[in-house]
């Protein structure tokens, strides 16, 4: 079984869980640019952030033969902090870096007028840059907030097929299908999206367009989620075909649109050690 996960936050975890991912199958990531559990307090700090997504991770990545790729935005959370609206003038430096292939993750979290605008101005951004987006949709008053995130999207004329609705549920799925948009969906342990509910989306909804993530970050959550979603759609009688479109060749679709995908060598990890350390140093 070969994984894509299109949305985890390897950032906030630990080398294990890379070495415990490429022994499950997971072979690619793409990790959204996220807020970090207390407000930055300049964008400098989203510079420095920035850097390490499409520096030091793809390399950490490397060295256990998981291939690492990011999306860039100003997140819908910290959207709302004055001190953080300058990041959307370095954005055009990092949309033009290989390692980014899409704007994200951007969207809503409270709805509010701030977040509306900085909506608005990464969607015009990705179809500058000609990127797919990456939409957050919030955790509270989900169905409110896809509705309003749609409008937006048609509002800035990006294509609906080079967007992908994430954090969707039962509520909103089938108003994210009916949109054209990619429908991704957050396996966790306890909220969002558990492997036998997911099961049944698929069932009803086929697996078109489906994007399956473990979305894992400093919380509560599991890397290992997707391959538990392959293995329960193998077991209620899906084909491994149809566990590899969902889980390795939608992802490739949806983010090769960026035209910077790499997934050539994948099978030629760059693991090693320095002077007794488990991970080799980057250069400066």
Same mark, same amino acid.
């Given at each position: ?41 300049? %964008?400098?700090? +989203?510079?420095?952030? +920035? ?7 793809? +390399? ?14 100003? &997140?819908?959370?910290?959207? &709302? ?11 055009? !430096?990092?949309? #033009? ?22 909506? *608005?101005?990464?969607? $015009? /951004? %990705? =179809? ?5 987006? /990456?939409?957050?949709?919030?955790? !509270? ?17 990006? $294509? ?10 039962? =509520?909103?799925?089938?108003? $994210? ?35 399956? &993530? ?20 193998? $077991? *209620? ?9 969902? /889980?390795?060749?939608?992802?490739? #679709? ?11 060598? /994948? ?18």
């Amino acid at each position: 079984m070969r994984i894509f996960d299109p949305h985890i936050h390897m950032t906030s975890r630990t080398t294990d869980d890379y070495e415990r991912m490429a022994a499950a199958g997971v072979r690619a990531v793409v990790e959204p640019a996220f807020w970090l559990g207390q407000p930055r307090t300049s %964008a400098a700090s +989203f510079a420095d952030y +920035f850097d390490s997504l499409i520096g030091w991770e793809p +390399f950490r990545a490397g060295q256990f033969g998981v291939r690492h790729h990011a999306t860039v935005a100003l &997140n819908p959370k910290e959207a &709302n902090d004055p001190r953080c609206r300058p990041v959307l003038d370095l954005l055009p !430096r990092y949309l #033009e870096k290989d390692a980014v292939v899409a704007v994200g993750e951007i969207g809503y979290d409270d709805m509010t007028p701030a977040e509306d605008e900085a909506f *608005a101005i990464q969607l $015009a /951004l %990705a =179809v500058d840059h000609d990127l797919p987006a /990456l939409v957050h949709t919030p955790h !509270r008053d989900k169905a409110r907030g896809v509705e309003r995130s749609l409008a937006v999207v048609a509002e800035s004329g990006i $294509a609906p097929g080079r967007v992908a609705l994430d954090h969707l549920n039962e =509520v909103t799925v089938k108003l $994210a299908r009916d949109s054209g948009c990619w429908l991704g969906f957050s396996i966790y342990p306890d909220t969002k999206m558990s492997p036998p509910r997911m099961v049944e989306l698929l069932r009803t909804y086929g697996t078109e367009r489906m994007l399956v &993530n473990s979305a894992a970050d400093w919380g509560r959550s599991d890397p290992l989620l997707t391959r538990a979603t392959g293995e329960a759609m193998l $077991a *209620a009688g899906f084909t491994d075909d149809d566990v590899d479109r969902v /889980l390795w060749r939608n992802p490739v #679709e949806f983010y090769g649109q960026s035209g910077r995908l790499d997934l050539t060598d /994948l099978d030629t990890p760059t693991a090693g050690t320095f002077e007794g350390n488990s991970i080799l140093r980057g250069g400066d």
